[in-house]
């Protein structure tokens, strides 16, 4: 397990929040295996990114540097089918809610978090389309946290999937890495991923409820959604 943890503090300054867009025959939201828990501890949102971390794709990378059939792996099943309508990005397919709800009846993944965009289309796409996509291994190559706003702020302008402009970024993470943020609301945790020859396979990231709490250890992380691009 690899650790990295930032401290919630003081002197955050607030991330614009980028609008996504998508058609409503846009594919499905690619898999991917990269956090394995973002919680809150003494006053820290502390991310454990996985041991193996893999993402699928249509790239074709002639064969190098690919992992076991992605049909094969269940960790990222989804639980439930739910088609949820809401804002947080077009395209009228899966789970679109955020901070205007949704949560609750989301597909869930194996880590128990909302699929943003999931749903059953996207398990019927990926067995239409099972010989044009490949799991590849990746290394993170940069992690990133963000502020996107309160409630309100998401409700309005949700960002869409991939990087924004992060409050705190840490390249080639090792060790243990501390960022200042301040308020509840919702954030981002984002990875740069790159494969082992080079490629860019762009951000995986995950959108959080972060709730003051006025008695503990100060916050607690909830409600999180992964969001990332579709395959």
């Known amino acids: 397990m690899r650790r990295r943890e930032f401290i919630a503090g003081t002197g955050l300054v607030a991330a614009s929040a980028l609008a996504g867009c998508t058609g409503s025959t ?20 502390q991310v454990a990114l996985e041991d193996s971390t893999w993402v699928v794709s249509r790239y074709d990378g002639g064969n190098q540097n690919d992992l076991a059939d992605p049909g094969s792996v269940g960790a990222l099943a989804p639980v439930g089918s739910a088609r949820a309508k809401g804002k947080g990005g077009a395209g009228g397919r899966g789970a679109t809610g955020r901070a205007n709800g949704g949560y609750r009846s989301a597909p869930k993944t194996g880590h128990g978090r909302a699929w943003w965009h999931g749903g059953a289309y996207a398990d019927d796409w990926y067995d239409d389309h099972d010989d044009e996509v490949t799991r590849y291994g990746v290394g993170v190559a940069a992690l990133g946290v963000a502020y ?84």
């Open 148 to 231: 996107l706003g309160s409630d309100f702020e998401m409700e309005d302008d949700a960002p869409g999937a991939g990087p924004v402009p992060w409050d705190c970024q840490v390249s080639d993470p090792n060790g243990t890495e501390t960022c200042s943020i301040e308020r509840d609301g919702w954030y981002r945790v984002g990875a740069e991923l790159e494969g082992k020859n080079g490629h860019d396979f762009e951000w995986e990231c995950v959108d959080m409820k972060v709730d003051d709490q006025l008695t503990g250890d100060g916050y607690e992380v909830e409600k999180q959604w992964k969001v990332s691009p579709r395959i």
């Open 26 to 45: 846009s594919p499905p939201p690619r898999k991917s295996n990269v956090f394995e828990s973002i919680e809150a501890h003494d006053g820290k949102i």
